[in-house]
T-cell receptor, first 116, second 116 residues
């Protein structure tokens, strides 16, 4: 049990639509990252939020955006969905910024997005 | 840019036997972390073991141990006394040490099947 919950677990969207995925972290987890995991691949970093500000971004277009809220929840928004956006989207949270000995990162179970 | 390579897409092992999963990586960083994550069908990424690059001693966690060769940029995972519950995808991952935004660089994974 990691204390990181994601919703919805599965959803199907049509190409061109918009989607919002949600993540609820443990209290005190002020850093959250989102990853995209295509079928048969390892997760790829989308972006990271620290204290409600984006502080790092991977190689994803601007139609991927996010929000982090004071209650340790966050959202991933994807506009103008494309077929290649079909993937498992993982949320990962932790306390603090950066990686140091003893700092543990917790993953949720992910949201499966299918774009048709 | 950092890369992580897992050259074994699939492996199988008999229950109670030992298996080694391979991982190589490329980086110009001197301070970093390496991880092995397990992803069962539930999709949640579960931390198996982590290694700080500045530590020469190989990390161990119960039946799991690593062989970290920094000069060769190699980081293999050994699972002893394999159990049916070890059946899962295993991902090797790299992360830079320090402050600021942090992100995992994952390999493409190795699917491990433990046979009864």
């Amino acid at each position: 049990e990691t204390g990181v919950t994601q919703s919805p677990t599965h959803l199907i969207k049509t190409r061109g639509q918009q989607v919002t995925l949600r993540c609820s972290s443990q209290s005190g987890h002020n850093t959250v990252s989102w990853y995209q995991q295509a079928l048969g691949q390892g997760p790829q970093f989308i972006f990271q939020y620290y204290r409600e500000e984006e502080n790092g971004r991977g190689n994803f277009p601007p139609r991927f955006s996010g929000l982090q809220f004071p209650n340790y929840s966050s959202e991933l928004n994807v506009n103008a969905l494309e077929l290649d956006d079909s993937a498992l989207y993982l949320c990962a949270s932790s306390t603090g910024q950066g990686v140091y000995s003893g700092n543990t990162i917790y993953f949720g179970e992910g949201s499966w997005l299918t774009v048709v | 840019a950092q890369t992580v390579t897992q050259s074994q897409p699939e492996m199988s092992v008999q229950e109670a036997e030992t298996v080694t999963l391979s991982c190589t990586y490329d980086t110009s960083e001197n301070n970093y972390y390496l991880f092995w994550y397990k992803q069962p069908p539930s999709r949640q990424m579960i931390l198996v073991i982590r290694q700080e690059a500045y530590k020469q001693q190989n990390a161990t966690e119960n039946r799991f141990s690593v062989n970290f060769q920094k000069a060769a940029k190699s980081f293999s995972l050994k699972i002893s006394d394999s159990q049916l519950g070890d059946t899962a995808m295993y991902f090797c991952a790299f992360m830079k040490h320090g402050a600021g935004a942090y992100k995992y660089i994952f390999g493409t994974g190795t699917r491990l099947k433990v046979l009864a």
